[in-house]
Structure formats: structure tokens, C-alpha cells
């Protein structure tokens, strides 16, 4: 769709005065009850009319509900109103009443409590049989018809439900239900209240072909209103006698922001959407699908077909359908030379007043057909046009539809080519997923509408794994209906998609760029060329980076081209995750943008005069991190929608040229930031450290590997562990190490002693195992080497207790907890030098003018481990006085000083050459 047709309509916002008036809100019954993505834009609308003093009158269009006529009598359709709300909305007896009598007796017949008079010969051409229906209990109602109507799926249509949800809702508002939508009791409604207006299919008028009969309902609402705002985006698609014929009539229509929201998402991600594209057309409402296929072979790349739609195609290959679908009756639908939905209702004329016009009439260019040779139509054209056709190889049928899914333990799988005669196909297999996989997988946009299976009752496996299947790849996916999204819900993917859209054919009519006649209706917005609003927008737009070094003519090109809006406080401008696709400039008041949830405590952003919101962002579409809301009453801003910029920019090339100069420089600081966060000292630890527990300047690991620091650590701990007893506690009998080697022994004694010294090693081998197991888990889940190094070291604190020779029967908390407070307190040394022999390094290149050797860099790290010894060593020292008696010093001994430096020498050089074998063994 182009721009003109979804980007210049008046929103609820233009429209003025609204106190005391009565507003006509159209909306999508999914919003009000809470289960769409689009529920809080729809309660933004009300909210709005409500603070402003207006009266709501508040009406809904849905469901697949046969209405009754508006010629009716008033007794004749008040037993029909009684019977409709009797029922719960079901809508058992309008289904009823459109049936031939012959088929009623059917009914009737399958009824227990039905009359004698009615069941003997010559009934049929008897009255009464729809009054006498609708006595009968609900129960019995609804089996007769399923019985005889095994496909057809009954569920409240009733707006009935929605006085409840408002009330919870808005508990300080009054509510109120008008039973009879075409006599709304306005005397008690006043302002800063809601009355609910009845189902408006309830009338047939409503949804009628006929242009006269349309335009009779349109009038009897016109009485009642005097401004309409329609924000039902999934009935935009339809010739509705409320969405089309009624602000026809008044001359005026506006959008809500639900329909707002759509309308902007669209305007962008679905005229050139990214190729390949595929389509998912599923569901009932056959004859509408099958019109939507055809209109969409040539502009996309696959056409997946599921639900019911699947069945002409079965009848048209020759393959059998099962009892589900009756082929020697089947639907007929118009073939015109047109491929658009829209222009097969364009059929004006003379005495029309220019509106819509529906029926056939002689010398038009219309053609009744059956589904099945239309879908045999389908299939060539896809193939004349290399269009991918996928129909489902397999599905699960039953054979008694009767039962929920829950409650029916006979299903079976059958395949396309083998459909058995008594059987009814109530949900697509496995193998038509797997299909459907192998055929998206190269796509990049998927749009989405119809579920495939019977989610009415409860067959919703095939609907929910495809839903899951969509949702973990990375496609653009894009999803419409009401009982596709609720499924999607159901299985907890709703998140998984970039936009669930409440109108599933509307959003299919968009993609084929065809106007929506629900949008076509609404006013259009009045360019804004006064000289007043140009010199300001002037103003605003010489202050943007964006804009700068623009001329003069220039900026007023860019000016006419911002819509003007006036927002009241608490007004939303753009939802978190949702897609830029405008840049809005405060003119007057101010906006406010939550990062977090806006029952956080932390502050908000405030955005003044001159301020924007989505300045680059637009350009990219990029998603919004933050909700945005008028801060303020009367905020006055402007906005300059993708789509306008990208036509103002193919038409101005000077203008394209100036303006990507403005963007280049902010790229080139973003990417030099990020360029110089990624060599910042602090970066280059954090990724060493992830990589390895001690890490080197001579060597960077390609990946992390426990295992590479465990090898190391364990010939480390082995080859220094004699040196390591000059500094540590050790305690075999009570006395230090350093007491122990100067005693004059025997050569037995001698030998003994030798092996005491290595009586620890298990412990502190099994420590080096743990550790280094510990320390990498935790890099792999929190990338935070320092909280890793800590959390490591304290962990094995308990043995490195049993390896200083402390039996086991003598470890009390404190010692614990005091080793534990003493390796943590060291623990990051590794770091540290790696971070000082970086900076070191960097200075010596810096200075030097040419890149370090290898030696020099075993220097450099030497120099720094020994440095930083001098700060280690009377921490690690402090050991020696928890577990034996005290020295002469508890900070100092140079004998064991000197002991550990030569010890972090060896060590260095040792891991050196370990790292350096490990990785020729690697290579070879």
C-alpha cells in the first residue's frame, strides 16, 4: 500500500471539540478483552475521549454470525434479540432462520421435545418453526446443529462481555449495555461514559453485498453520533455498513491509535518487505482466501496453504476430501479481470452518491465459479509464474466432529493422496511442518494469517508448532487473526514475532498494495502549508544535526512535508520493541521516555522544545528501547514518517547528498567509540580472562578451554611444589616446614621427610581441577573473569586446608573462612599483571615505534609479577599464622620472599613453555 493511503488520515488526536460530543468507536474485540498486542493502544483511544469529557459509544464488528434483517417487525426481531442473548450470543437461532425449510425439519427432527405438528407430512409449509427453535434449550440447539452441520463452528459473538472488562478496566467509569445496537438509550449516557453497543452483525445489513442495505443501517447509526473513529484494523479490509458507509454518511472519520499503530507499522515493513517472501494463507472463509491467493501469485515467492483453504486445491488435483467439505456443493465466488479484492467492489454508479456498489448486473465482467476450479486456476498461474503453491502432504482427521480434541481419542494421520470418505480433516501432521520448514528456510519475511487446523476445538498441535517453528528462526515474521494469535499465545511465542497484527487479511491486502476500504473511508489530513507552521517547523529543523548545513530551500521542503499534532498528557507516541518509523520534534510541552517499566523508580528521560524522539533511528526503522508519553497537556510536535522521507529523498538527490553527510559523521564517532571501547584496557582483560584463568601477553587463546588451564595448573603444581613449601603452611607434626628441613635426620628420616613434603600435592592437584572448572563456568554464563577468579578461589578454600597437612577432624569455620578471605583477597593477581603488562607494553611500543619480541614481553610480565609480588606476598604470608605459631614477623621473611619471587619466575617460564608445546601439538 502506498503512503497516501495509510499515512494522511486524521487520528483521534485532530479531531476537536470533544466534550459533550458522542463518539462512535469502532474497535476489535481482542482489544478490549486484553488478548492482543494492540490492547493498550485501543484503551489509549478511550482513555483519551473519556479525560476529554466525551461520550463513548463504543461498537464492535466480528464473528461469523448470520444476522436478521433490519424490514423485520419490531415483535420479530425483539423474539430475535431475546433468542440471541438467551443463546450467549451463540447465534444458534439466526443460524436457524436462514436455513430452507426443508433443511429446518431436518433439525427439528433431531430435537426430542419438537412438537408433533412439526414433524408431520405437509410441516414444511407450516410457521412457526424459528419461534418454536428458539424455546428449546441451549443443549439441544447445539446438537441438532452440529449434527447436521458437523463444520460449522458456533462461539459468542455477544459484546456482552465487554461491559465487565471496561468496568474493570476504568472502575471509576460508568458502563453501559445497549442491547439493541441501532437503539442505543443515549438519554443515560453522559459524558465520561461508556455505552456498549450489541454485536453489529447482529443485523446482516451490516456486512450485506448490497450497497442500498449497507447504506439503511448506515443511517439509522448516523442519528445517534456525531463523530466517528474507527480503530479496528482487522475489519479495514471489508465492506463494512459501520467502517465504510458510515462516515460516508457523516462526512468525516478519524483513526484510532490501534488502527494508527498498524497503519504505521505497514507503511514501512510491508510495501518492500526483504525477499525472498512467503505467504501463509490458512483458515476458514474460503472464497475470500482463494481471492487473496490469486491476487498474490506473481508478487510473492511461496504461497503455503493450510486450514480449510486447503480443500478446493485437494478437489482440484483429484484427491478426496473427506466429509469436511461437500463438493457437489460447493461455494461460488466471482472471477473478475481485476486481482485486487477492493476494486471488485468498485462499482459505481449513477444514484450511488459515488459509494461502493455490490451485485451483478448484466454487462459486467463477473463469472460465477466453483472454489475448486478457481483453485485449479491458482495452481496454473503458479506455475506460469515460477510461485511456490505448498499444500500439506498429511493431516489428522476423525470421524466424529462432535467431540473436543480433549475428548476424542480416535485420530488419526492420513495423507493428501489417501483421504478416506468418512473421515473429517480437523489439523495438518508433522511431515506438512517439516514441509513448510524445508520452504521457509531461505526465506526472510513471512506473513502469517489463518490457523491451520480446527482451534475451536482443540486441534491446535499443527497451529503451535508451526508457530514455534517460526518463531526460533530469524525470518521478519509478521502474524494476523484472532484464533492464529491466540494459539501463538497459548504456546507462549507471541514475543517471538516482530508484529502481531489484529487484522489477518488486512494485513495480506497491504502486501498487495491494495487500498483497505476502512482506511479509505477516514478523512484525509490537510496538507500543512501555512506559512506560520513552516517557519516554525523551520526553526525547530535548523537545530538538528540531521538537517544541518541545509539550505534554506531545502528546510522548507522538509517542513511541508512534517504533520502537525497536539497531544494530551499521558498520550502515547511509541511502545518499547516497537519498529521506528517517524521522527517526532517537540514543538511545545515536552515528552517523557521510559526505559524501564513505568512502575519503576528509577527517573525518565524528559524530552523538551526542539528535543527529538528517533532522529537516526527512523531512518534504519530501528526497534525503540524506550515507551514514550506527552509529558505534558497540549504538547505540540511534529512528525516526519520513513516512507515520506524516502520519497522526498529519491525526488531531492541534493538533499539525499546532504543529509548523508549529516549521518556519516555521528557513524563514524559511534563506530570509533565502539572501536576504542573494544581496545580499552578494561575490554582486553575481560576477554583474556574469559579465555583463559592466568592469562599471558605472549599468547591469546582462539576459544576458552578448562582443560588448557587444567593441564597447565596441574605440571605447574607438580614441578613447584617443593619451592612452594618455602612460603606456604605446612604442618606434618606440628611444626613449620622451614624448622623441619634444618633438623639433622638419617637417611630413612631423611626420606620420610621428603615425602611429607608432598603429602598435600592430591589436595592441591584436585583444587587445581575445581578451580578451574569453577572459574570457566562462570565465564561462560556471566563473562565476568574478576567475580569468576573471586568466586573460584574461595570455593576450593577447604582444600587447600587438607593440603597444608590440617587433618580433617581439625578444620574449624574460622579457618575456612579466613583461607577463603585470603585467596579471594589475591585471587585477581593474574588479571592484574595481565592488565599492567599491557600497559607497559603498550607504552614500550608507543615509545619504541615497533612491535614488541617475545622475550621482551616474558620480560615485561616477569617485571610485573614481581612487583606485584611485593603487595601478594604478606597477604599469602598471613597463612603461615593461622595454622602455626607465630614467627618473628607475621608480614615478613625474606628467605620466603624470595622463595616465592623465584617460584612466579619458574612458573611464568614454565607456562610459557607448556602453552607454546600445547599449541605445536595443536597444529600438528
Known sequence: ???????????????????????????????????????????????????????????????????ISLNLSKQDRDIALDAFHNEDGMGYTHFFS???????????????????????????????????????????????????????????????????????????????????????????????????????RYYKNETSLIYEERKQMADILERYIDVFINDSFATAHRFLASSVELPTVIQHGAAGNSMDRELAFYSKFLVHPSRPLAVVIAGKNIPEKLQLIHNLVGKVDRILVGGAVVYPF???????????????????????????????????????????????????????????????????????????????????????????????PDVTCVDSSAIPGDVYLVDCGVNTIHLFSRFLRDCRTVFWTGSLGC????????????????????????????????????????????????????????????????????????????????VSVNELLRRLPLFQGCSSHQLKVI?????????????????????????????????????????????????????TIGMYEFITQATSNETVRAAQADTVTYHLSSSVLNELLNGHPDLAAQLFQNISEPLRLIALSEYQKQQSSKEMVNRAGNRSRIPLITHFPASASAWTDIIQDLINTLCMQKLSMRYTPFVPSGNNVLEITNEPQGPLSLAVTKLKLYEGLPYMMCGDL?????????????????????????AIAPLRVLAYGISYSDISCKMLMD????????????????????????????????????????????????????????????RNFIYTQPAASRFWNKSAFISYEIKQLLALLLRAVVRSAMRLLTIE
Open 1 to 67: 500500500m502506498s503512503s497516501v493511503f495509510i499515512g494522511s488520515k486524521h487520528t483521534v488526536f485532530d479531531v476537536y471539540p470533544i466534550r459533550d460530543k458522542v463518539f462512535f468507536l469502532l474497535v476489535d474485540p481482542q482489544n478490549i478483552v486484553g488478548e492482543s498486542s494492540d490492547f493498550k493502544a485501543t484503551l489509549s483511544t478511550i482513555d483519551y475521549l473519556l479525560k476529554k469529557q466525551a461520550r463513548v459509544l463504543l461498537a464492535s464488528s466480528f464473528g461469523p454470525l448470520d444476522g
Open 98 to 200: 436462514t436455513l430452507p425449510s426443508s433443511v429446518k425439519m431436518e433439525v427439528l427432527k433431531l430435537i426430542p421435545s419438537t412438537k408433533k405438528e412439526f414433524l408431520e407430512d405437509g410441516a414444511e409449509l407450516r410457521r412457526g418453526k424459528t419461534t418454536f427453535f428458539s424455546s428449546v434449550s441451549l443443549h439441544e440447539k447445539s446438537k441438532a446443529l452440529r449434527t447436521i452441520f458437523p463444520r460449522k463452528e458456533f462461539y459468542c459473538c455477544s459484546t456482552l462481555s465487554f461491559v465487565d472488562s471496561l468496568r474493570t478496566i476504568f472502575p471509576d467509569v460508568t458502563v453501559h449495555f445497549a442491547p439493541d445496537c441501532i437503539a442505543p438509550p443515549l438519554q443515560s449516557l453522559h459524558r465520561g461514559e461508556i455505552m456498549v453497543l450489541e454485536n453489529l
Open 314 to 408: 485437494l478437489v482440484a488435483k483429484g484427491y478426496g476430501v473427506g466429509m469436511g467439505y461437500n463438493t457437489e456443493d460447493e461455494d461460488l465466488m466471482e472471477r473478475t479481470r481485476t486481482n485486487s479484492s477492493y476494486l471488485k467492489y468498485k462499482r459505481k454508479s449513477a444514484g450511488n452518491n459515488g459509494s461502493v456498489r455490490s451485485g451483478s448486473k448484466k454487462g459486467d465482467d463477473r463469472e460465477l465459479i466453483k472454489c475448486s476450479e478457481f483453485a485449479k486456476e491458482i495452481l496454473e498461474s503458479c506455475e506460469y509464474y515460477g510461485v511456490d503453491l505448498v499444500l500439506p502432504v498429511d493431516h489428522l482427521a476423525v470421524k466424529n466432529m462432535d467431540l473436543h480434541a480433549d475428548e476424542n
Open 455 to 534: 482451534t475451536a476445538q482443540g486441534y491446535c498441535k499443527g497451529t503451535g508448532d508451526f508457530a514455534t517453528l517460526v518463531g526460533n528462526t530469524t525470518i521478519i515474521s509478521v502474524v494476523g487473526g484472532r484464533h492464529t494469535l491466540d494459539v501463538i499465545r497459548s504456546v507462549g511465542m507471541d514475543s517471538h514475532f516482530l508484529h502481531i497484527s489484529s487484522g489477518g487479511i488486512s494485513s495480506v491486502e497491504v502486501l498487495q498494495g491494495n487500498p483497505l476500504p476502512g482506511v479509505e473511508a477516514l478523512s484525509d489530513v490537510a496538507p500543512r502549508v501555512d506559512r506560520s507552521t513552516t
Open 559 to 611: 517542513a511541508k512535508k512534517f504533520v502537525r499534532r497536539v497531544h494530551a498528557k499521558g498520550d502515547y507516541l511509541i511502545y518499547r520493541n516497537d519498529r521506528h518509523a517517524r521522527l517526532w520534534v517537540v514543538a511545545q510541552g515536552g515528552l517523557v521516555a521510559y526505559n524501564h517499566p513505568e512502575y519503576s523508580s528509577l527517573p525518565a528521560r524528559f524530552v523538551g522544545k526542539g528535543q
Open 770 to 794: 575445581a578451580r578451574n572448572f569453577v572459574y570457566h563456568q562462570i565465564c561462560n554464563f556471566f563473562s565476568q573473569p574478576w567475580i569468576a577468579s573471586i568466586v573460584s578461589a574461595a
Open 819 to 878: 583461607e577463603m578471605l585470603i585467596s579471594a583477597a589475591v585471587s585477581s593477581a593474574p588479571l592484574v599483571a595481565y592488565a599492567g603488562s599491557l600497559a607497559v607494553q603498550h607504552k614500550l611500543e608507543r615509545k619504541r615505534q615497533c612491535k614488541t619480541s617475545y622475550a621482551l614481553q616474558l620480560l615485561l610480565t616477569s617485571i610485573v609479577r614481581l612487583m606485584l609480588g611485593l603487595v601478594v606476598f604478606p597477604v599469602l604470608y598471613q
